[in-house]
């Protein structure tokens, strides 16, 4: 597990060594819990304009030619969701990002909670052909590849799904050292 920081504060030291000391154990826990494998994870400790940067640019990494109409419309959606993002999880060209905003985890219990939630989304994206499926999800979002509105509702219900099971997931936190 990569960790990186960017934009941080001064919590920003503490929070890193957290995650260096539940991260290995926390991926584990997600992964048996899911049924599958933690791929490559970086992990980026940044603020929430940070991390919502960070989803979108490795979302259009992914994603290829974007039809940039479409792209100013996420830039602002992205804009109002920076104020509010605790963390997210994406996938990248060799592995998954998980973008933590450093900010909203002034409680280490908290950060460990969103650090196996945000596991468990990359153990879920990592499951056969989810990796495809996701990047299909996105070419369609980003206008590039136009889908049926019963294939893009069939997928939004599967992130649903994916939520209800990485919310599950925080109920296993007390099982992480030093909780």
Excluded: F
Aim: with cysteine; glycine share 8%.
């Amino acid at each position: 597990m990569n960790i990186t920081t960017e934009r941080c504060g001064r919590n920003a030291r503490r929070i890193e060594d957290r995650i260096r000391e539940i991260g290995d154990h926390a991926g584990r826990l997600a992964a048996r819990h899911i049924g599958g494998r933690l791929p490559t994870v970086e992990v980026l400790l940044t603020d929430g304009r940070g991390v919502t940067a960070a989803r979108q640019r490795a979302d259009l990494s992914l994603a290829g030619h974007v039809n940039w109409r479409r792209r100013a419309v996420d830039r602002v959606i992205g804009d109002w969701h920076a104020r509010h993002a605790c963390a997210a999880t994406t996938l990248t060209q060799h592995g998954a990002l998980v973008a933590i905003n450093e900010a909203m985890h002034r409680e280490l219990r908290e950060l460990d909670r969103t650090l196996i939630h945000e596991l468990g989304h990359t153990v879920q994206l990592n499951q056969p052909g989810a990796r495809d499926r996701h990047i299909a999800y996105l070419r369609q979002q980003y206008g590039i590849t136009p889908h049926s509105k019963t294939d893009q509702r069939e997928y939004e219900q599967l992130m649903d799904a994916r939520e209800t099971q990485a919310e599950a997931l925080k109920a296993l936190a007390w099982q992480l050292p030093n909780h």
